[in-house]
């Protein structure tokens, strides 16, 4: 947003329901309900009538792959229809599989009125994007007199329909959603944590399905980071791209976010990839 001012006005940012790095003492559960707490005092400072909507991913991906506490979403949920505020889902990670169900609304609950999507619709294969919206808003629209002008050079371009379709029907027929939730989702996020939660450098692995979140930090025991000028994530990085891994860094975090057909052989050589590389990172940092 900084590099991007000026931005569209009237858009207020609340705090991420970052446990590990921002909950300090409190439980997860205590953090979560006051990680929602935050959108009911902003909505009753902005003026429920001011809010239009509350739009977030169901697990935080390019932010650091950040899975909320499990009363979160059930506290945002009961805030947003306490005001009469539209619940949008940016589905654009966590959509099509990622989380190990169509959508991440699903696998975390939500019931949200606005859909946002695009990366997994057609696996990356060609660009499309689209937003779905639920029977409230389709019939305030309809109820419109006028016709509702919003639109791109491109909506609906037949072959990146075409393309999302066949996607669609493959994940369908090759049951690529049931694969993730009882098999390789599980698998990855055993073997994450079997491999790397011992490493001096973890200090905390999350994530659901396909997607997950490393924390690197200086002290375990006290979730201490380490200070900018040690680009921890960086060098991490630049190892992993090094040895055939890609592994990104966001800010100290590092992410993963394999292929939805992944099998458990590479899921092996991902995990075993991943701790060569936080061991070349431990001897970068031990060597100053
Ligand atoms: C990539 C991404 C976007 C941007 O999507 P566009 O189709 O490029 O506008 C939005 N939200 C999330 C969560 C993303 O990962």
Redesign the pocket.
């Known amino acids: 947003h900084k590099q991007g001012a000026p931005t569209l006005p009237g858009i207020e940012h609340i705090r991420q329901p970052y446990w590990y790095g921002e909950g300090g003492d409190q439980s997860p559960e205590d953090f979560g309900l006051a990680c929602a707490q935050a959108l009911e005092d902003r909505i009753l400072a902005v003026g429920p009538d001011n809010v239009a909507a509350f739009i977030a ?1 169901p697990v935080q ?2 932010g650091g792959v950040i899975v909320p506490p499990a009363n979160y979403w059930t506290e945002i949920q009961r805030i947003c229809r306490k005001y009469d505020v539209l619940l949008a889902a ?1 589905e ?2 966590c959509g099509f599989g990622r989380t190990g169900s169509w959508f991440g609304s699903q696998t975390l609950g939500i019931e949200p009125d606005i859909i ?1 999507m ?2 997994g619709l057609s696996s990356g294969y060609l660009p499309i ?1 689209a937003v779905a919206i639920g029977d409230r808003i389709a019939n305030a629209l309809l109820e419109w007199d006028d016709e509702y002008a919003h639109g791109f050079t491109y909506s609906g371009h037949p072959v990146a329909a075409a393309v999302a379709a066949a996607n669609i029907r493959l994940m369908q027929s090759e049951n690529i959603i049931d694969y993730v939730a009882s098999d390789i989702g599980p698998y990855f996020q055993k073997q994450l944590r079997d491999t790397l939660a011992n490493h001096p450098l973890v200090g905390h692995i999350e994530g659901l399905g396909l997607m997950a979140g490393i924390a690197l930090v200086k002290d375990k025991s006290t979730r201490a980071l380490f200070s900018d000028d040690v680009n921890i994530g960086l060098i991490c990085r630049n190892h992993c791209f090094n040895n055939g891994l890609i592994m990104r860094a966001v800010g100290s975090r590092m992410v993963l976010s394999p292929p939805l057909i992944i099998t458990h052989e590479q899921v092996d050589e991902l995990v075993t990839k991943a701790k060569h590389c936080l061991d070349l990172t431990m001897k970068d940092v031990n060597a100053g």
Do not use: W, Y
């Open positions: 991913e991906g390019a940016d654009v990670i946002s695009a990366k994007a």
